[in-house]
Every structure is written in C-alpha cells, then in structure tokens.
C-alpha cells in the first residue's frame, strides 16, 4: 500500500518558550501538533513495570514542537506567519529553528503513536492514550486522554503539578471548579476520586467539546462543560477551585477565583513559572487569600492557596 508523502515542520526553540509558542499556535487555529513528545522515528520501549519513571522528564526537552502534514504548502505559510509572529512578539526563533522535510515513516498515522508514553501520577493516577490497554496497569484510576486533542493531556508539568496536589486534599472535596477546564482532565480526575458536583469552564468552544468527549470516554456523567467566561458562571461556593493558566490571563480572573470559592476552600494554581512566585503571591494577598504551600517541577509551580474563613471584626 502506498501511503501519501507527509512533512514535518520541526520546530527547535527553548523550552522556556515554548509555550508561547504553543500560545500562538492555538491562535493560528493549529491545534494537531506534538509538544514535548518523542520523534516518531526514535525506537523507544516503554516499560510496564516502571510506568513511574519519568520519560518525559528525561527526554521531552530533547524534542521539538512538531506539526504534521501532507499539505506541504499549508506548512510553507504557517512557517513565514509563525516567524512574523515571533518578531513581532520578540520570541526568540528564527528561520534556522523551524525545518520542513519529509518525515522517513510515510505510515504517520501510526508511527506517531509510539511518541505518547503512559504517565504515572503518584502511583494513582495512569494517563493513558486510548490505544493502551487500562488493564495493563495496576492503578486505581485509570484516566484516557486523546493526546493532541486539547490542552491537558498530563504531559505537561503543569497538569502533573494539579494532578499530584489534588491527591494531597483530605477529604476528597464534594464540589470542584476547573476554571480553563481544556482537556478537562482534572475535573475527570476529581470525579474519579469521588467528587459530586463538577463545572469546567473554559472560553474555547472546541475545549468544552472535547472535555465533554473526554467524560462521557471516561464514564464520567457528573462533571458539566460551559463555554463561559468566569465572571459570567452563577455558582459559587466551591469547596476547590483549579486554575491551571498562566501568569497574564490569571492576573485578571483571580479575583473571580477566589469569589468563586467557599470561605475556608482551596484554590490549586499551576501555569506559574518559578521566576513569577513573588509576583502571584503578592496577587494572591491583594485578593485577601493566602499561600499555604508552593512546589516545583522544572520551571513551573504549582501552589495551593486557601480563601480563608472571615470572622466579624477579624482582619487578615
């Protein structure tokens, strides 16, 4: 069988920028690409018995951002528009960081595959594409994630980081907010621990779709999608509140978060670079919340912060 020729658009840049990239991407209406993954070409075995290893931490800033394609001159333009974008956006790239070839394994659409790898979450959690076996882990919650699809597919540290954190609340809270909802992993894995009222929200059309999609795969039926902005979601009083987004659109709906969530609630923020902690801290005081733990996982963070319960007469 002969398959059509396919192209990479390969694109090197710093992992530091890369989300910015991705940033632009998404802008662009791009949204089949891998980020962070292992080359479709690279022979790598995954072994089952040590899902816990961290492959992505070992080998995902090796690789590029990479977009697929056998339309060749939709490629070609992309390509001039990113580099416009990334001057204008004084991003580091340049025409040398993005290369366009033909990919050696024409049979893309199953090579590509063997890039996403199980993800291991506190021995819990196992992220799985769809084409792994669930019965193949011994985890007790076993969660699918089309990767690619949306953002959130577990991959990314920052997902890990709210992932790890929301197995550290004691009791399992009832009812869950994911604000910037995407791949709408969290709020599947709030469900999974016993969480009973569930609403993600997210301005992207395309992310309430697939996280419905990724629910319903999911057996999950009590977790809703709105594609409504924060300050326009009714309910309130949310025993924990997720905020998986970064520092510039966060600055400007944290307020609502934190309007959003019970008097003594948690609120678990990750989209934070490490250089950015004094920044959100002094966010979070403006807003009369409080940190109560920080942790890192490469450059990002992820922080828990608490409305605290007021009393007549008290101050903060």
């Excluded at 390509?79 to 956006?89: D, G, K, P, T, V």
């Excluded at 920080?294 to 007469?313: A, F």
């Amino acid at each position: 069988m002969t398959h059509p020729i396919c192209y990479e658009l390969r694109i090197h840049i710093e992992d530091k920028n890369k989300d910015s990239l991705v940033e632009i991407l998404h802008e662009f209406d791009e949204h089949n690409f891998v980020e962070g993954a292992l080359d479709c070409d690279v022979e790598f075995e995954y072994d089952y018995d040590h899902i816990s290893r961290d492959y992505y931490g070992e080998l995902v800033r090796k690789v590029p951002v990479i977009l697929y394609s056998e339309d060749l001159p939709h490629l070609q333009t992309l390509r001039s528009h990113l580099l416009i974008e990334a001057l204008e956006r004084k991003l580091s790239l340049t025409a040398d960081q993005m290369i366009l070839q033909p990919i050696a394994d024409q049979n893309w659409r199953e090579s590509w595959r063997a890039s996403f790898k199980p993800i291991d979450i506190a021995g819990q959690f196992a992220i799985l594409p769809p084409w792994e076996n669930p019965e193949n882990f011994p985890h007790p919650h076993k969660i699918v994630i089309d990767p690619g699809m949306a953002f959130g597919t577990g991959q990314h540290e920052t997902t890990k980081l709210c992932l790890e954190l929301l197995l550290e609340c004691k009791p399992v809270p009832q009812s869950v907010f994911d604000v910037g909802t995407g791949s709408g992993i969290l709020a599947i894995a709030t469900a999974m621990l016993g969480s009973t009222e569930i609403l993600g929200c997210d301005i992207d059309d395309n992310s309430v779709h697939i996280a419905e999609v990724n629910a319903r795969d999911n057996n999950i039926h009590n977790a809703r999608f709105v594609s409504t902005p924060i300050s326009d979601i009714e309910e309130s009083n949310f025993e924990l509140v997720f905020a998986n987004i970064q520092m510039r659109p966060l600055t400007k709906i944290f307020g609502d978060i934190v309007g959003h969530t019970r008097p003594g609630g948690t609120i678990i923020v990750s989209g934070i670079l490490s250089t950015e902690i004094d920044d959100f801290c002094d966010l979070v005081k403006s807003h009369f919340a409080i940190v109560k733990k920080v942790v890192t996982l490469g450059h990002w963070s992820g922080i828990v912060c608490e409305r605290p319960i007021i009393k007549k007469n008290e101050e903060i």
